[in-house]
């Protein structure tokens, strides 16, 4: 950079600098801070969300990070309890299972043993590919966890060109397909896991509560309502799949991530995954959903367990949403996102509504695909021009 570029900039940071000595002053985030670090790294993919909804991250691994709900916030470290598993079981006692996600060691360093450190975090990278085009990706295990087993995971957002209305819904829907190249039946269950959590410290000041969604359309699935922290309006989740007739959805509305606590009233990751791993699905009496206590946090499940006959294939669908119908700036003034002028303010009802239609299709999921499917046609036909 050569010196005159150099004195052009010099009006540019002088007025960064003055907004963020303004705005710290009056004890708000600055849009820029030239003393912050800010961290990165490669291993991001897709996001999920829409317009002005915020977004999640997917990393390219499997696990989900980057949870930017709140303007100019956002939380890069992921919540290694916010995953999707699979179970695979055959006729003479072999089974398998496995997270669908292969966090580096240091991610995974210091998890709690006796929570979700007891899962079985046994993936292959190897064995997985991983593609990415914006509003969607998809990634193919391939004899994972069972080497005669092939699951792959489409995984999409409404985001719609010149569609204002499904491009604003927080949502997305993960598809995914079991392929079954052994000579006997397996039996598969995909569990969705997730926590009461927007990352950061909310996540431990207690008082998160989850519930089960009201069974409607063979759409199951599970609200977590959770409180936030700093000032940050409440957010509701739900994760949900769908029955049909080869799969049966089941739910687990809530389990405490840490170790039993005397007494064993507690429902923990590690019961939860034991449970999905031996039964295949959860037990259909309820289970009582407290509060997280303050210093812990709880997550909720659901599984959708299916038989894929020897050669066959099955599909199975999963959907996750979430509400925060206030945005908040720091200058004080509030906002209602666009997809509330469709679903209302109800932070808990907006978020069912949305699982439930998303798996159901009345969001017009077969339009998301076609336009993506097009727009992937386009920049292959471009990338075939120019070499």
Request: proline content about 6%.
């Amino acid at each position: 950079m050569s010196m005159n570029d150099l004195m052009t900039m010099v009006p540019f940071i002088a007025k960064m600098l003055r907004l963020y000595v303004q705005e710290s002053a009056k004890g708000q985030a600055s849009v820029y801070d030239p003393f912050r670090k800010w961290m990165d790294n490669c291993y991001r993919g897709v996001p999920l969300g829409a317009l002005g909804s915020g977004s999640i991250g997917r990393s390219y691994r499997g696990y989900f990070q980057h949870f930017q709900i709140f303007p100019r916030m956002f939380e890069e470290k992921p919540i290694l309890a916010n995953q999707f598993s699979a179970f695979v079981s055959r006729p003479g006692g072999k089974s398998y299972s496995t997270v669908l996600s292969a966090p580096k060691a240091d991610v995974l360093k210091g998890i709690d043993r006796a929570g979700i450190g007891s899962w079985d975090w046994k993936l292959k990278e190897k064995n997985c590919t991983y593609n990415g085009l914006f509003p969607r990706s998809w990634t193919v295990y391939d004899g994972e966890p069972d080497p005669e087993i092939k699951i792959t995971c489409r995984q999409i957002s409404p985001f719609i060109p010149h569609n204002y209305k499904e491009s604003s819904f927080p949502v997305a829907v993960f598809t995914f397909t079991v392929q079954n190249s052994g000579s006997t039946p397996a039996d598969v269950t995909l569990l969705f896991t997730w926590a009461n959590s927007v990352g950061g410290k909310s996540e431990l000041t207690g008082n998160h509560t989850n519930s089960r969604m009201r069974a409607r359309d063979g759409v199951h699935g599970v609200l977590l309502h959770h409180r936030t922290a700093d000032g940050h309006p409440p957010v509701t989740f739900a994760i949900a799949s769908q029955e049909t007739g080869g799969v049966r959805v089941t739910c687990c509305p809530s389990f405490a991530m840490g170790p039993s606590v005397p007494g064993g009233e507690q429902f923990t990751a590690k019961d939860m995954w034991e449970e999905a791993k031996n039964r295949g699905a959860f037990g259909g009496a309820p289970r009582a959903s407290a509060s997280s206590r303050p210093g812990s946090s709880i997550g909720a499940a659901v599984a959708a367990a299916t038989t894929v006959p020897a050669g066959g294939m099955r599909a199975v669908s999963f959907a996750l949403s979430w509400s925060c119908p206030e945005v908040k700036f720091p200058a004080g003034r509030t906002y209602h996102r666009r997809y509330t002028k469709f679903l209302g303010l109800d932070r808990d009802a907006a978020a069912e509504q949305l699982a439930h239609d998303a798996l159901l299709g009345e969001i017009s999921k077969d339009h998301w695909s076609v336009k993506t499917s097009a727009r992937l046609r386009f920049l292959k036909a471009f990338l075939c021009l120019h070499e």
